[in-house]
Nanobody, 124 residues
Framework: QVELSESGGGSVQPGGSLRLSCVAS????????MGWFRQAPGKEREEVAS???????YYPDSTKGRFTISADYPKNTLYLQMNNLKPEDTAMYFC??????????????????WGQGTQVTVSA
């Protein structure tokens, strides 16, 4: 069983930055799709960034230009650098990985491993 553990969340003012990390319990990320998602109270979980092993990334319009996803494969660690944070970015953030596929999917159900989440709060 693979475990994913997020860290780096916290409270920040609008315009601030945070860097989230997600460590896998064992080699998980190699050749697999990985992603970051978030869920605000009363809203559906949504994708904020994804990364394929070949280096291809995806960002929805809401995070494009402000968030950057990256990975340190020898350390089994996935990162999310978040800049120019806005109050609407407030949510629980989760990392996820696909077990068998290198190609990412827009469907949350395509991801096999999920972390427990780390809270990000953006307020003045």
């Amino acid at each position: 069983q693979v475990e994913l553990s997020e860290s780096g969340g916290g409270s920040v003012q609008p315009g601030g930055s945070l860097r989230l990390s997600c460590v896998a319990s064992k080699e998980t990320y190699s050749n697999k799709c990985m992603g970051w998602f978030r869920q605000a109270p009363g809203k559906e979980r949504e994708e904020v960034a994804s990364l394929e092993r070949i280096g291809r990334t995806y960002y929805p319009d809401s995070t494009k230009g402000r968030f950057t996803i990256s990975a340190d494969y020898p350390k089994n660690t996935l990162y999310l650098q978040m800049n120019n944070l806005k109050p609407e970015d407030t949510a629980m953030y989760f990392c996820a990985a696909r077990r068998d596929y290198a190609i990412c999917s827009r469907s949350l159900g395509a991801y096999d491993y999920w972390g427990q989440g780390t809270q990000v709060t953006v307020s003045a």
